[in-house]
């Protein structure tokens, strides 16, 4: 069975970081890729950045230069740092891993 446990949302002010961080509870996290999405309100859920288990990442052009992701396979557990974040930023971000996903963190960036 696998868990994705996402956690680091908050409220921050527009040019503030945020580091979000999802849990995985599942014994193929070292070969899996895993994804960031975000959905805001009234919006279709929209895929942000995504790491390979070779670390081969990529971005949304809307977030490239201000969003890094990471992963730590001895933790189990991905990360995105964002930095200079944007009001446009606000959103609930999840994780997912092979179709699994979590309950998601809420950002909210005031401006």
């Known amino acids: 069975q696998v868990q994705l446990v996402e956690s680091g949302g908050g409220l921050v002010q527009a040019g503030g970081s945020l580091r979000l961080s999802c849990a995985v509870s599942a014994r193929t996290f070292s070969t899996a890729a895993i994804d960031w999405y975000r959905q805001a309100p009234g919006k279709e859920r929209e895929w942000v950045a995504s790491?390979?288990?070779?670390?081969?990442?990529n971005y949304a052009d809307s977030v490239k230069g201000r969003f890094t992701i990471s992963r730590d396979n001895a933790k189990n557990t991905v990360y995105l740092q964002m930095n200079s974040l944007k009001p446009e930023d606000t959103a609930v971000y999840y994780c997912m891993m092979i179709g699994y996903w979590g309950q998601g963190t809420q950002v909210t960036v005031s401006s």
């Open positions: 790491i390979t288990s070779a670390r081969y990442r």
